[in-house]
């Protein structure tokens, strides 16, 4: 059976940056923006509307007039629903490859669990997020603190809602997790080689 691993994150703690370095360490392949560049295709619809609505948090990106009907609300649900199931094809789809690889978000450590994964979740304090945020943003942006912090929360609140779509297994609760990582002050390109070595016993074992 493939080697699987899964990395859950909260906004702007480095997760995507842990799951492709420990790919690249382990020599597995690496998913995680493909999966909505994948679903996107197959349903015809714009990438960025994809993610929107996976992340849960296309709700909060309306504008205050839109969604008073019901027809309104039916539409948004049933696209929801059709591309929950078709990015839980995708994903069962490559775990079936036979590849060993790391998965980042979109809740593949309950869509797999038949595969046994290892399962990650990557968190950090506020004041490391913000600052995350602010060296990944582009030139011209101009959020305060309060308005990144208000960011951060909102995506995270958006993860939460679409995980419990699937399972009652809550978000980020550690108990749900094989290695939960703390990377607030930490170097995450110096340790992921001892976390790539321990994932080697992890699987040897």
């Known amino acids: 059976m493939a080697k699987i691993i899964t990395v859950s994150?909260?906004?702007s703690s480095g997760g995507r940056e842990?799951?492709?370095r420990l790919a690249d360490a382990l020599g597995f392949e690496y998913y995680?923006?493909?999966?909505?560049?994948?679903?996107?295709?197959?349903?015809?619809?714009?990438?960025n509307?994809?993610?929107n609505m996976l992340s849960g948090n296309f709700a909060i990106s309306l504008p205050v007039t839109f969604g008073r009907t019901f027809l309104y609300t039916d539409v948004i649900q049933q696209n929801m629903t059709n591309l929950l199931v078709a990015e839980q094809k995708i994903i069962r789809s490559l775990a079936q490859s036979g590849k060993d690889?790391?998965?980042?978000g979109r809740s593949a450590d309950v869509i797999l669990e038949d595969y046994n994964p290892l399962n990650i979740f990557v968190y950090a304090d506020m004041q490391s997020k913000v600052e995350r945020c602010r060296q990944r943003a582009p030139e011209d942006e101009k959020l305060t603190d309060k308005e990144l912090i208000k960011k951060i929360k909102q995506v995270d609140a958006g993860r939460k809602r679409q995980r419990r779509i699937i399972t009652d297994k809550a978000w980020g609760e550690k108990e749900n997790y094989h290695l939960c990582i703390n990377t607030?002050?930490?170097?995450?390109?110096?340790?992921?080689?001892?976390?790539?070595e321990f994932i080697k016993s992890y699987f040897n074992n």
Do not use: C, H, P, W
């Open 9 to 11: 994150r909260e906004f």
């Open 18 to 20: 842990v799951g492709k």
């Open 32 to 47: 995680d923006r493909e999966i909505i560049e994948q679903v996107a295709k197959e349903s015809q619809l714009d990438a």
């Open 49 to 51: 509307y994809v993610e």
């Open 101 to 104: 690889m790391v998965i980042v």
């Open 184 to 196: 607030t002050g930490m170097n995450i390109k110096a340790f992921v080689s001892s976390l790539a």
